[in-house]
């Protein structure tokens, strides 16, 4: 059964400091891995990881996916309050078409 | 906008009724899915559908969720005799292709009194 795990499940940091969010998979004709923060409404779009060892970078918010131990890692740097949300990891198999499976998501809270 | 947009926002119904949950995916988009999220199971697909396919092909083996797509950037999910387990946020998503990021609406918070 294909499986997403997320970790840390919660995580409460001060502004400025550094958090890495972990997301591992086991999942059959994986094709690729998705990052979305979701604050009161809606999943929003970060990062799509596909090739192995490529980081993405946008802004302070950074990943990069490991396809032979079969993880992703998320950082933010310099946290702000605004990054409280849950981060959702999601993985995206080559069959099924295309669906997500998500992991439990990560709630970050940053306090200021 | 011209985001995905889901209605309606809340709705409340009694076990054993049906429901439906409307979607306006983004135009141009030809890959549409629903989720389900709830507190203990996470994030779960529902339905999905492609392209011009009216029909969804579903995700899970309850037959009580279908979704139809009248138009191509419009799917509405239908609920069957529903139960208190189905009380959950769903979420619709459409992509541009397989291998694009799917982008969310803002769900439809559902509660089966």
């Known amino acids: 059964e294909d499986k997403v795990v997320q970790s840390p499940l919660s995580l409460v940091v001060h502004e400025g400091d550094t958090v890495t969010l972990n997301c591992s998979y086991e999942v059959t004709n994986f094709r690729s891995l998705l990052w979305y923060k979701q604050e009161k409404k809606a999943p929003t779009f970060l990062f799509m990881l596909?090739?192995?060892?490529i980081e993405k970078k946008s802004g302070r918010l950074s990943s990069i996916l490991d396809k032979k131990e079969l993880f992703s890692i998320l950082n933010i740097t310099a946290t702000q309050t605004g990054d409280s949300a849950v981060y959702l990891c999601?993985?995206?198999?080559?069959?099924?078409?295309?669906?997500?499976?998500f992991g439990e998501g990560t709630q970050l809270t940053v306090n200021p | 906008g011209a985001g995905v947009s889901q209605s309606p926002r809340y709705k409340v119904a009694k076990r054993g009724r049906d429901v439906a949950l409307r979607c306006d995916s983004i135009s141009g988009h030809v890959t549409l899915y629903w989720y389900r999220q709830t507190l203990g199971q996470g994030s779960e697909v529902l339905t999905y559908?492609?392209?011009?396919?009216?029909?969804?092909k579903s995700g899970r083996p309850s037959g009580r969720f279908s979704a139809e797509r009248p138009e191509r950037s419009v799917s509405t999910l239908k609920i069957q005799r529903t139960e208190q387990g189905d009380s959950a946020v769903y979420l619709c998503?459409?992509?541009?292709?397989?291998?694009?990021?799917?982008?969310f609406g803002d769900g439809t918070r559902l509660s089966i009194l």
């Open positions: 596909t090739s192995s060892g």
């Open positions: 998503a459409s992509s541009q292709g397989c291998n694009q990021p799917q982008h």
């Open positions: 999601a993985a995206v198999k080559e069959t099924s078409g295309s669906r997500l499976t």
């Open positions: 559908s492609q392209s011009d396919a009216q029909r969804d």
